[in-house]
């Protein structure tokens, strides 16, 4: 494509996804298949432009009055993906000259929410957190993700898939922490590979992968991933399970559901059992009372552990927002418990940074229900033999109590995790 015109596509992208009516990847995903003549470089260098823009929106909004034409123009101009000489072939000599001088700006000149790029709700818990981790946080946070695989297990060996995606070309490295991960600094085009077709593989993030390994499920057992979505770590715990015993995939979200059926069928899985629910106190959780092994409950969330990959939730989420997802998450813990027979396994966990979400949902679940007692997540994680498991975690008096992923720390997408076991 011309540079003129793709930057252009650039700016009409950029102008949809600034609206904040929907999620930026429905966005971009709806973009692409509307314009299906689009090359792999094309889909490539829009998708990177527009993320750009969304994890550094403060500063362009603060450079961007200086240029001219429409500001989704300059905005694009701004955050364009690709060499300088190919974007430059596109702009005007004023355009030119603007951008330089953006680009001679010295980072240390500028004011910190034009370097931390968050909003001003977000910083503080942050910063109270991290201290001097801060910064690195926000680097983190202001790069793409890595593309992580989980192995399947079931029917593969993590060597062997290495193997077989470096005859295709693709070079991975062994996730440091989960056992069944690759890490791709790449991001080829998955579908196309014979072990995607066959379900050796599927993208999870490595701490996505570490979460089912906490529920540690074993061979026969009843268990319950009662927050399921599109199944990714329903799937793990599946093969975790070696295909026998009984796992529920429950969901609110009969649409979210459906995205698993078509990976449940490529994993060879035939123990999982997704079902739609209309809330947390269906009918079908009460007829389970009591009689479930393990139940994972990755409760809805602010997602904010995944600003790599989603930076307009950044911008989507609000002090307002957070405060109605923890009391739903404590509902959904609350009853969620209810399913577990003694000497069963409880497993909270969410991809959000925010104690509200983490910390503070544990502590109080801990506080009110004295019949579950908290496992220490570093202990649980060393006897599976996880690498590294206590710099995994945090909290408690050893500061191995909960699994906290952090990605300038983890190169994860932020995480955490609590266990109990029921007396």
């Known amino acids: 494509m011309h540079p003129k015109a793709l930057l252009d596509a650039c700016a009409e992208l950029v102008k949809l996804t600034l609206r904040f009516e929907h999620p930026s990847d429905a966005v971009v995903s709806r973009y692409f298949r509307d314009n299906r003549s689009l090359g792999p470089r094309e889909r490539a260098t829009l998708a990177e432009t527009v993320y750009t823009v969304l994890r550094k929106k403060l500063l362009f909004d603060h450079l961007s009055p200086s240029g001219s034409g429409p500001k989704e123009r300059r905005m694009a101009i701004l955050g364009f993906y ?48 991290l201290g001097a981790e801060f910064w690195p946080l926000v680097d983190s946070l202001n ?51 014979d072990a995607f077709a066959r379900g050796a593989i599927e ?7 570490l979460l089912a390994l906490l529920l540690d499920a074993k061979r026969g057992e009843m268990v319950v991933d009662f927050c399921a979505g599109a199944g990714g770590k329903t799937l793990a715990i599946g093969a975790s399970m070696r295909n026998t015993g ?20 490529r994993s060879k899985l035939s123990n999982v059992h997704p079902a739609a629910i209309a809330h947390e106190r269906d009918e079908r959780i009460k007829r389970l009372a009591g009689k479930i092994d393990r139940v994972l409950v990755d409760a809805p969330c602010s997602g904010l552990g995944t600003l790599r990959r989603n930076p307009d939730l950044k911008w989507r989420q609000s002090p ?28 909270y966990a969410t991809c959000s940074l925010l104690p509200a979400e983490n910390e503070e949902i544990a502590l109080a679940f801990s506080q009110a229900h004295g019949e579950f007692t908290p496992l220490p997540a570093a202990e649980l994680l060393s006897n599976l033999k996880v690498e590294g498991a206590a710099s995994l975690c945090s909290g408690g008096a050893d500061g191995g109590m909960f699994l906290r992923l952090w990605p300038h720390r983890h190169r994860t997408d932020g995480f955490f995790a609590a266990s109990w076991v029921k007396n």
């Open 82 to 129: 690709g060499p300088r000489d190919f974007l430059k072939s596109a702009l005007t000599d004023q355009e030119k000259n603007w951008l330089d001088q953006c680009d001679a700006i010295n980072p240390a000149d500028l004011l910190e929410r034009h370097r931390h790029n968050l909003p001003e709700w977000l910083v503080q818990p942050l910063k109270d957190q």
């Open 143 to 193: 790069q793409p993700a890595p593309l992580d695989l989980r192995v399947n297990t079931l029917t593969d060996k993590r060597p062997d898939v290495q193997k077989e995606l470096k005859l295709a070309g693709i070079a991975s490295q062994p996730t440091p922490h989960s056992p069944w991960g690759l890490r791709l600094d790449t991001k080829p085009a998955l579908t196309k590979l």
């Open 203 to 209: 993208v999870q993030d490595e701490g996505s992968q």
């Open 246 to 265: 009984r796992l529920y995939a429950f969901d609110t979200s009969a649409h979210r559901l459906d995205a698993l059926k078509p990976r449940l069928a």
């Open 320 to 347: 307002q927002s957070v405060q109605e997802m923890t009391a739903k998450q404590a509902a959904i813990l609350q009853s969620a418990a209810r399913l577990l027979k003694p000497g069963g396994r409880l497993v």
